[in-house]
């Protein structure tokens, strides 16, 4: 399930794009689409409310995002079509194939992300549609929580690559 990476001819390496960016402004809030963002160290996605690091917490969800191929996978095991902002996740991502491992860091445009931790889906999920949670389960297909580690604004379009394993 690893894509490999490839080289963009630039001495870059390049393995995906981010196709999908959405945020909520409080918790239950609907999902708002966007084209660019800024993101901060501190506040994670501008207007996310989930991004900002509470006092003495170490930001392991600031933001979350998930392969638009695992997003297709899950609607061909249900048999639906809903829109990927409904998983709630921030960013969607396509031609990549998050490392499945803690310590990972992303760059998406000029931001980096470290990976923290599988985003597990949550009971909510059942509530888009029944067997939705069983059917992000399996292969982190839920997609990656991770923290900001360089700050800078992202949009639709912008390359997503490996910068380097834990």
């Avoid at 393995?15 to 609907?30: D, E, M, N, Q, S």
């Avoid at 996605?45 to 997003?71: N, Y």
């Avoid at 860091?105 to 069983?134: F, N, W």
């Amino acid at each position: 399930r690893r894509c490999a990476p490839r080289d963009d001819g630039a001495g870059m390496t390049t393995a995906g794009t981010l196709v999908g960016i959405a945020r909520h402004a409080f918790p239950k809030a609907p999902m708002e689409l966007v084209e660019a963002v800024d993101v901060t160290v501190e506040g994670g996605l501008h207007g996310d409310f989930r991004g900002a690091v509470k006092p003495g917490g170490r930001g392991k969800r600031q933001v979350t995002l998930m392969e638009r191929g695992d997003w297709d996978a899950a609607m061909a095991d249900l048999g639906h079509t809903i829109p990927w902002q409904e998983r709630r996740v921030n960013l969607l991502v396509d031609g990549f194939d998050i490392p499945q491992v803690p310590g990972t860091r992303l760059r998406i445009g000029a931001v980096e992300l470290e990976i923290t931790v599988e985003c597990d889906p949550c009971s909510r999920m059942e509530t888009i549609a029944t067997g939705l949670k069983a059917a992000l389960t399996p292969d982190w297909r839920g997609g990656a929580c991770t923290r900001v580690k360089v700050p800078g604004r992202i949009a639709i379009g912008d390359p997503v690559s490996v910068v380097s394993f834990s």
